[in-house]
């Protein structure tokens, strides 16, 4: 399957199976966000270890490296504003 996620409002097509972190940087979204530290989010890791790939995904925060796409999805970047 495949279909569309919305990152910030905006549709990007994703390949089935496809994480998050997968479809965003194939569309050239490589920020996610920004750490409280101020740093970018960012894939690093890629197996969920490092928690960098952070988003709001419907609401709720999810590494984007380990979150399958579906069809709607509301991707937002993660600003640091809740607690994880
Ligand atoms: S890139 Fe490390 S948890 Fe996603």
């Given at each position: ?25 194939r ?41 399958p ?6 991707i ?9």
């Amino acid at each position: 399957m495949s279909g569309h996620i919305l990152w910030q409002d905006r549709a990007i097509a994703f390949r089935a199976g496809e994480s998050v972190a997968s479809a965003l940087l194939r569309a050239g979204v490589i920020a996610f966000g920004q750490a409280p530290t101020g740093q970018a989010r960012a894939v690093f890791c890629g197996i969920g270890q490092c928690q960098n790939c952070l988003v709001q995904v419907d609401g709720r925060l999810a590494e984007a490296c380990l979150t399958p796409c579906r069809t709607g999805m509301h991707i937002l970047p993660e600003t640091g504003a809740c607690d994880v």
